[in-house]
């Protein structure tokens, strides 16, 4: 049997950088580039049209960024992961990225000797982040750690469980996150109850409080 090739799109708005990617891409047998954009409505169309399992992503391009297609990727659930080129290490940017669900983040001097790994890091489902600011995803999990563990019972939530609070946060309705989540909305209503109850909330509002109130902490 013929193992799965790792489908990709790639965006980038030099077409000396898309050139590179490609040629890079294209030499393991592994991988095929399903399609490829200058822009970032070009880039969003390819996404939904083709699904790849992965796309490649300038984080600097006209009409949408790559955080922009991150932030759309996530909201209407497509399947594809993303990983993000920049020649940024800005911490501010790294969080928001992986705020977004995005599991790669590659410096594009960097680019040549590490876009495989990503690749491939990134189809399975993992994050990969260049070695040179991985200091960066370490910081995020120490700033997480101790963030939930100021608020009595916010470590005690499960990974579903923290999921659906950061998307009660983004004020969504139990509804819109079983669509997000491939769940039955009685399902995410069980999950609010058991929230609730880990978080000591009373009152038919108090999840939804909890959640705007602490809505910049669940970001980590």
């Not at 490649?56 to 996530?74: C, N, R, S």
């Amino acid at each position: 049997m013929e193992k799965h090739k790792i489908t990709i799109v790639i965006a980038d708005d030099h077409p000396i950088m898309r050139s590179g990617l490609r040629q890079m891409i294209e030499s393991h047998l592994e991988c095929i580039i399903i399609g490829e954009a200058g822009d970032g409505e070009s880039a969003l169309a390819l996404i939904e049209e083709k699904k790849p399992d992965v796309a490649l992503l300038d984080i600097a391009m006209p009409h949408l960024t790559g955080l922009q297609i991150a932030k759309i990727v996530q909201e209407r659930g497509l399947p594809t992961r993303l990983a993000i080129l920049t020649m940024s290490a800005d911490e501010v940017i790294f969080n928001e990225a992986m705020d977004l669900g995005v599991l790669g983040y590659v410096l594009k001097e960097n680019a040549a000797s590490e876009v495989l790994n990503s690749i491939r890091t990134v189809a399975d489902g993992q994050y990969y982040i260049s070695p040179s600011i991985s200091g960066l995803l370490m910081k995020r999990s120490q700033k997480r750690e101790t963030a939930f563990s100021s608020i009595p019972g916010l470590a005690d939530l499960t990974p579903t469980e923290v999921r659906i609070l950061k998307l009660v946060a983004g004020n969504k309705t139990s509804k819109e996150i079983a669509n997000d989540l491939s769940i039955s909305p009685k399902t995410v209503e069980n999950h609010r109850a058991n929230i609730a109850a880990k978080l000591n909330l009373n009152g038919n509002n108090a999840l939804l409080r909890f959640a705007l109130e602490n809505k910049a902490l669940l970001k980590f």
